[in-house]
């Protein structure tokens, strides 16, 4: 499918015609996810790819205990702000953190958070980590 032919289907659905250059897949992820069943406001936010982690159990071996359990984890990416009206609001880091519950299913309802930050504040909380990690390993 072409670029117009594709910017055409997106406008007679209420899509996106144009993404910004961080939007991972383009116009027609936009379009593929509305015939997926994504509600329209959902699927013309534009997203860019997301970077998750988890975090592992902590075992000490040599008095044999669990010092930390693992199972939480984190996803980021770069989400457009849908509370703007423009198609191409600004961008917010949307950071989404989780943790299982002992039996290691995931309750998003409860064990979830989410926050979107601007810029700056994602530079200033990746700051704050690196600069407390550093803390401790480099003393
Ligand atoms: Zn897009």
Redesign the pocket.
């Known amino acids: 499918m072409s670029k117009a032919s594709q910017k055409k289907k997106n406008e007679a659905l209420g899509l996106?015609t144009y993404?910004?250059d961080w939007?991972a897949?383009?116009?027609k992820?936009?379009w593929q996810a509305f015939m997926e069943g994504c509600p329209v406001e959902d699927a013309r936010v534009?997203?860019s790819v997301d970077h998750c982690g988890f975090t592992n159990d902590i075992v000490n071996h040599l008095k044999q205990r669990l010092d930390r359990r693992g199972g939480a984890g984190w996803d980021v990416k770069l989400q457009q702000d849908d509370l703007l009206p423009s198609h191409m609001g600004m961008a917010l880091v949307r950071l989404d953190m989780h943790v299982w519950r002992d039996d290691r299913s995931q309750h998003p309802s409860s064990d979830r958070l989410q926050m979107d930050l601007t810029p700056g504040e994602a530079r200033t909380l990746a700051a704050q980590l690196i600069n407390l990690a550093d803390t401790y390993d480099l003393r």
């Open positions: 996106p993404c910004p939007c897949g383009g116009l992820n936009h534009h997203v």
